[in-house]
T-cell receptor, first 116, second 112 residues
Framework: DAGVIQSPRHEVTEMGQEVTLRCKPI?????LFWYRQTMMRGLELLIY????????DSGMPEDRFSAKMPNASFSTLKIQPSEPRDSAVYFC??????????????FGPGTRLTVL | AQSVTQLGSHVSVSEGALVLLRCNYS??????LFWYVQYPNQGLQLLLK??????LVKGINGFEAEFKKSETSFHLTKPSAHMSDAAEYFC??????????FGQGTELSVKP
């Protein structure tokens, strides 16, 4: 299996521009997670989906952030408009979630976003 | 609220020395606990997990961790550090809402 795939790996944009980050989870996984990692705040869960449905988006910092999962094999995280404080590494992770079971999350390589 | 605390944001050991990375959790129910490793410019990779079976859990790369309920701890150890172990290590706990709660991370440096 190719693992969790994220694109782009690096993104440099200017303040005010729209940014779209993409994620392809591992085939067969039914849960998908978006995280943000910064030096100051560490790893933060932004949102997660189960069976393509957003379950918890309490970590999404502002209305400028939105995430979608139109099907089981694709998700996007969009920032519009972007700001310099959004600069971070964004990780996507996927797992299989079953009732009563806890399975590991598999992380993608991340997208390093720089907003100038 | 459930939380995970990693003691020491940076640990430095000599090659061949014991590695000990500390993690304490707070949970009102038996937790599921994980240790992840992050190498530079990479995503997180699972080292090991505790899911209420054996209290001593063995993971990859010679790491192991012991769940101690009385101390609410899940410290990570490796008998002999290798240069390739230099990375950032994260302890995490699953909460009942299905979310992983991560500690702040401990950066491990290994001196030759």
């Amino acid at each position: 299996d190719a693992g969790v795939i994220q694109s782009p790996r690096h993104e440099v944009t200017e303040m005010g521009q729209e940014v779209t980050l993409r994620c392809k989870p591992i085939s067969g996984h039914n849960s998908l997670f978006w995280y943000r990692q910064t030096m100051m705040r560490g790893l933060e869960l932004l949102i997660y989906f189960n069976n393509n449905v957003p379950i918890d988006d309490s970590g999404m910092p502002e209305d400028r952030f939105s995430a979608k999962m139109p099907n089981a094999s694709f998700s996007t995280l969009k920032i519009q408009p972007s700001e310099p404080r959004d600069s971070a590494v964004y990780f996507c992770a996927s797992s299989t979630q079953t009732s009563g079971g806890v399975n590991e999350q598999f992380f993608g390589p991340g997208t390093r976003l720089t907003v100038l | 609220a459930q939380s995970v605390t990693q003691l020491g944001s940076h640990v430095s050991v000599s090659e061949g020395a014991l590695v000990l990375l500390r993690c304490n959790y707070s949970s009102s129910v038996p937790p599921y606990l994980f240790w992840y490793v992050q190498y530079p410019n990479q995503g997180l990779q699972l080292l090991l997990k505790y899911t209420s079976a054996a209290t001593l859990v063995k993971g990859i790369n010679g790491f192991e961790a012991e769940f101690k309920k009385s101390e609410t701890s899940f410290h990570l150890t490796k008998p002999s550090a290798h240069m390739s172990d230099a990375a950032e290590y994260f302890c995490a706990s699953y909460n009942q809402g299905g979310k992983l709660i991560f500690g702040q991370g401990t950066e491990l440096s290994v001196k030759p």
